[in-house]
């Protein structure tokens, strides 16, 4: 079992910096790739960032070049730094570490980019 908690979410306009934090309860990085999602109102949870036990990066089209995936293995910390924020990234991000058909889920924090 695995607890993940997310933070760094809040209120920023558009064109701002937010970085994200999800902090593992036990050292997963060697054996989970973790992702980050999000889900905006009336949308379906999608997913933005990836990184893999490898340490290769994966993301959506919608974030290239303005977000960035990271960990920190001796804090058991992964991190998503989002620049050049636009209202369209408006949502709650959650952290998750693949782990089977379902895998580990933090509870979330809310980005809300204004114009």
């Known amino acids: 079992q695995v607890q993940l908690v997310e933070s760094g979410g809040g209120l920023v306009q558009a064109g701002g910096s937010l970085r994200l934090s999800c902090a593992a309860s036990r050292n997963i990085f060697s054996t989970n790739d973790m992702g980050w999602y999000r889900q905006a109102p009336g949308k379906q949870r999608e997913l933005v960032a990836q990184i893999t036990t490898a340490g290769t990066t994966n993301y959506a089209d919608s974030v290239k070049g303005r977000f960035t995936i990271s960990r920190d293995k001796a804090k058991n910390t992964v991190y998503l730094q989002m620049n050049s924020l636009k209202p369209e990234d408006t949502a709650v991000y959650y952290c998750?570490?693949?782990?089977?058909?379902?895998?580990?889920w933090g509870q979330g924090t809310q980005v809300t980019v204004s114009s």
């Open positions: 998750r570490a693949f782990s089977g058909p379902y895998g580990y």
